[in-house]
Nanobody, 123 residues
Framework: QVQLVESGGGLVQAGGSLRLSCAASGRTFSNYAAGWFRQAPGKEREFVAAISRSDTTNYAHSVKGRFTIPRDNAKNTVYLQMNSLKPEDTALYSC?????????????????WGQGTQVTVSS
């Protein structure tokens, strides 16, 4: 019942910043949890960040202090603000939605997924 479209990826230098957007349609997004996951070539998909229905946030250790996951319910959009980017952040970033609103770190809980947006960080 929810469609997700990511945008904002691109090529940046190490130390730079990007803000990814995930626009939701089909349902009001405010009661859903939203998560960001990433997958680099040859690696498994990994959790990046999530925000629950009650705005509790979770972050992977590797991005804590550098990334934040704000949401704008009026715009039905969740963001991933990425600062101090490192080459190891290079990956396809996908957003996901969980109608349960839990904001857990496992992708198993997320029912809806976007197509992904590529982030490449050069050194």
């Amino acid at each position: 019942q929810v469609q997700l479209v990511e945008s904002g990826g691109g090529l940046v230098q190490a130390g730079g910043s990007l803000r990814l957007s995930c626009a939701a349609s089909g349902r009001t997004f405010s009661n859903y949890a939203a998560g960001w996951f990433r997958q680099a070539p040859g690696k498994e998909r990994e959790f990046v960040a999530a925000i629950s229905r009650s705005d509790t946030t979770n972050y992977a250790h590797s991005v804590k202090g550098r990334f934040t996951i704000p949401r704008d319910n009026a715009k039905n959009t969740v963001y991933l603000q990425m600062n101090s980017l490192k080459p190891e952040d290079t990956a396809l970033y996908s957003c996901a939605a969980d109608p349960r609103g839990l904001g857990y770190v496992s992708g198993q809980w997320y029912d809806y997924w976007g197509q992904g947006t590529q982030v490449t960080v050069s050194s």
